[in-house]
């Protein structure tokens, strides 16, 4: 009987320095980097190089992150599985990993080289009015492919400004320094979505039926979070029983749907309260709560802060 893979699940940095490196004595951090920290979110990069001196100690294993994973290949060969579907990588490639995505490598060539960015949806965010959301881009979606493949120029473009988000991200020293490198990450993936456009018009991933419930379930949260808050006004829209689309959900993700309206829910909020000046009573208004109160517990116990917490430790400026 085959066994099943254990899934290591990653919710922060430091899981993923444990994973990736364990007691392995490699180099992270150069040393001239300031010591800055930023209090919302986080961003950090890592060589492809580097990963690779360790690969033996994580190669087959199953992970599921708790951020978003974007990597540049410039040279080598990987091979990895992203859900249920394997994919070979190579120079002048970049691929995407969404949150809660199943993930496992598979297969690292030794002349592995290129950049990997780790990065949660704290840190994406900017205090810019209808900014896109980060599960908008396409190669975070279910339905779409996880990858672009670039051309020379664009692939020297790309790797210029991963070089420019990591000597930024060495040398901030302040939160001028830090909006900095939001700003390039900000870039990064909106170039990869001009070229990903460009080159995969309209081309829907190969979806199992269950997949494809879920993909509709996650785009109607999208479309209706303001106005429908449980499950079983979802199921209604998909003509299936509520007690169905969360097992399927739970199935194919391994977390409940309430799990994704809840997300949504607090993403639109904490995007109200960096991006508009809207007091948190007229935010929960906004978002259909009842009362400010009931908005104020939600948001606590799914963020660990207040409303105004969160805003004012976003809005340094």
């Known amino acids: 009987m085959k066994k099943t893979k254990s899934i290591t699940e990653i919710k922060s940095t430091q ?53 978003y994973t974007v990597v540049l290949v410039t040279e080598g060969q990987m091979v990895e599985t992203i859900g249920r579907h394997q994919h070979t990588f190579c120079s002048n490639m ?11 490598i598979e297969q690292w060539s030794k002349d592995l080289k290129g950049v990997m960015c780790l ?23 279910l339905t779409k492919d996880p990858f672009v493949e670039l051309n020379d120029r664009e692939a020297t473009m790309m790797e210029h400004l991963f070089w420019k988000m990591s000597s930024e991200l060495c040398q901030r020293e302040s939160f001028n320094g830090d909006l ?31 997949e494809q419930l879920v993909a509709q379930f996650q785009l109607l949260i999208k479309q209706h979070i303001i106005e429908m808050k449980r499950v079983d006004e979802y199921a209604n829209l998909l003509h299936v029983h509520p007690h169905y689309l969360n097992d399927v959900v739970k199935e194919v993700t391994d977390f409940p749907a309430s799990y994704f309206i809840q997300n949504q829910l607090i993403d639109e909020a904490k995007s109200r309260l960096i991006q508009t000046n809207a007091t948190v009573s007229m935010i929960a208004v906004m978002l259909n709560f009842n009362e400010e109160s009931y908005f104020g517990r939600f948001f606590k116990r799914h963020t660990g802060v207040t409303p105004l917490q969160y805003r004012k430790t976003h809005q340094q400026h």
């Open 15 to 67: 899981d993923f320095r444990d994973h990736f490196f364990g007691d392995e004595d490699v180099s992270l951090e150069c040393s001239e980097c300031a010591p800055f920290r930023g209090e919302s979110g986080f961003l950090e990069v890592f060589s492809l190089e580097n990963l690779q001196m360790v690969s033996n100690s994580f190669v087959g294993s199953q992970s599921r992150k708790k951020f």
């Open 119 to 141: 990065f949660d949806s704290d840190y994406f965010l900017l205090c810019i009015k209808n900014q896109i959301r980060l599960n908008s881009f396409p190669f975070f979606q």
């Open 94 to 104: 970049m691929y995407f990993i969404a949150e809660n995505q199943l993930h496992s």
């Open 180 to 210: 900095l490198v939001r700003m390039f990450l900000n870039i990064i993936l909106l170039e990869a979505e001009r070229i990903y456009t460009k080159k995969t018009p309209d081309i829907t991933f190969e979806l199992s039926r269950k």
